[in-house]
């Protein structure tokens, strides 16, 4: 065994094509900012996880339920193209819609929610580019909320440790909800409106269970959606969601870090004035 | 390191391991194969998997190689999920590591880029087992000993893996050089 060689070795006997071609490999470490980044969302799924271990069967047929429930109307926005629309229906920011809607309602007939319709601004980003400018402060594990700027959402205590401990689940990965549940897009030749679509009932979902306090839940269908759909069209939407989940989850300094991350990215969403009410000045 | 006791000690431990270990875990999945645009779930997988799993762990063992086998796993479970998806999509399997775009934008950039596109070609013809002991003797700079060891398999083993390994990777820097050759007689024909 001690006898092998590195080929990179001078006294190996690969030739000058072969170790050039294994230098160029040698480069593979992260950027600095992706060991924050993966750290944060880490964070967010061992803090809220077990969580979701602890309700999901109970919640599933009532979850399932409230994902069916997408309006016939929503399915026409989504026939025209109109995700952008569709994202603020479901994130439901009543300042950002207020703000777009005086904007743009005389030029559109009003959506299922009551929105004006407008075209998407901006490309929708990649899910994995919006977390690269996570500070290097993530490595902060669940502070407790800052008693002084509190937003007005109203943050939920992470269970003790005790009891976190007690009921986290063997397999974090089973107790996640099948990407099946939402798997119109997953069949062979389906649109990129089908994939609008099964993000839009997802988020709708998520953003339900969210605003009903099952934090667990939520948390469950909006990874479900991060895993199936790698190139969103509803990036900002989840996004958002993902931080008023993480902040009422307790899990402040995750929410400060990337809803200072969206802002920075996206300064002209309409979920800015949502997302602002998490973030730290 | 001790084994955390408490909730707490466990997440300490938990973010001491992170620290040291991101960086190797980051680099093993990418050279076993994992996309660049997958990277960041390949390696949340990892490392929920450690974070679960840690309770369990024996600090006598090297945590390093438990991160390997972890990370091995990963990339096994992501190739065949993507051998499947892109089954029923009816593509073609995406080229790993599509690191920079074919237009570098100079020379050296170009070459570089080249390179690492050839480097990635001759990894996807191996097996996982005979990437892994390759990556690791070659690029890793790993002994063949420490591969063993953090493959938990002998020491025969790894040669001979070593062996196949390189027999591909030279089987297919042959095949560039076959083509290059090729279109310069082809190129010089027609002038």
């Known amino acids: 065994m001690s006898e092998l060689k590195h080929w990179l070795d001078d006294s190996s006997d690969a030739d000058e094509l072969e170790r050039s071609i294994l230098r160029a490999g040698l480069e593979a470490d992260p950027p600095p900012a992706k060991r924050d980044e993966v750290w944060t969302s880490l964070m967010a799924t061992v803090a809220v996880a077990p969580l979701a271990a602890a309700t999901l069967s109970a919640q599933a047929a009532s979850a399932q339920a409230a994902g069916a429930g997408v309006s016939k109307a929503a399915a026409v926005w989504l026939t025209v193209g109109k995700g952008f629309l569709v994202g603020l229906a479901i994130y439901g920011a009543a300042e950002g819609v207020t703000e777009i809607s005086s904007r743009l309602s005389s030029r559109h007939a009003p959506a299922p929610s009551a929105l004006p319709a407008a075209p998407r601004t901006k490309p929708p980003a990649r899910a994995t580019d919006g977390d690269a400018e996570a ?123 990337r809803a200072n991350a969206f802002l920075g990215r996206f300064p002209e969403s309409p979920h800015v004035q949502q997302v602002r009410r998490f973030s730290r000045p | 390191m001790t084994r955390p006791e408490s909730h707490v000690d466990r997440l300490a431990s938990f973010e001491l391991i992170y620290r040291q270990h991101f960086a190797f875990a980051w680099r093993s999945l990418r050279r076993l194969g994992i996309c660049e645009r997958d990277l960041n779930d390949a390696a949340q997988d990892v490392f929920l998997v450690v974070y679960r799993k840690l309770p369990e762990f024996d600090f006598e063992h090297p945590i390093g190689t438990w991160i390997y086998a972890i990370c091995l796993r990963v990339a096994s479970s992501r190739r065949r999920s993507a051998v499947q998806r892109h089954e029923q999509l009816g593509d073609a399997p995406e080229p790993l590591e599509k690191l920079e775009p074919a237009l570098a934008a100079d020379a050296e950039t170009q070459q570089l880029s080249e390179r690492r596109a050839l480097l990635a070609a001759a990894l996807d013809a191996m097996s996982l087992e005979q990437r892994a002991v390759f990556t690791l003797f070659e690029l890793e700079g790993r002994t063949g000993e420490e591969v063993a060891e953090l493959l938990g398999v002998p020491a025969p083993t790894v040669a001979s893996r070593l062996r196949l390994a390189r027999e591909i990777f030279r089987r297919s820097i042959e095949r560039h050089r076959a083509r290059e050759h090729f279109e310069l007689r082809r190129m010089g024909g027609e002038r």
Do not use: C, H, W
Request: glycine content about 4%; aromatic content about 4%.
């Open chain 1, 135 to 257: 500070s290097s402060t993530a490595f902060a594990p669940s502070p407790t909320p800052a008693s002084g700027d509190t937003p007005s959402p109203r943050p939920t205590r992470p269970r003790s440790s005790s009891n976190a401990q007690e009921r986290e689940p063997q397999n974090v990965a089973s107790a996640l909800p099948s990407v099946a549940a939402f798997d119109e897009s997953a069949r062979p030749g389906s649109t990129r409106l089908s994939q609008l679509d099964a993000e839009t009932r997802a988020l709708r979902r998520a953003r339900d269970e969210l605003r009903a306090g099952k934090l667990a839940d939520a948390f469950a269908t909006l990874e479900a959606s991060r895993r199936q759909f790698a190139a969103p069209e509803l990036y900002q939407e989840r996004e958002a969601l993902m931080i008023e989940l993480l902040y009422r989850s307790g899990q402040v300094a995750a929410a400060e870090q």
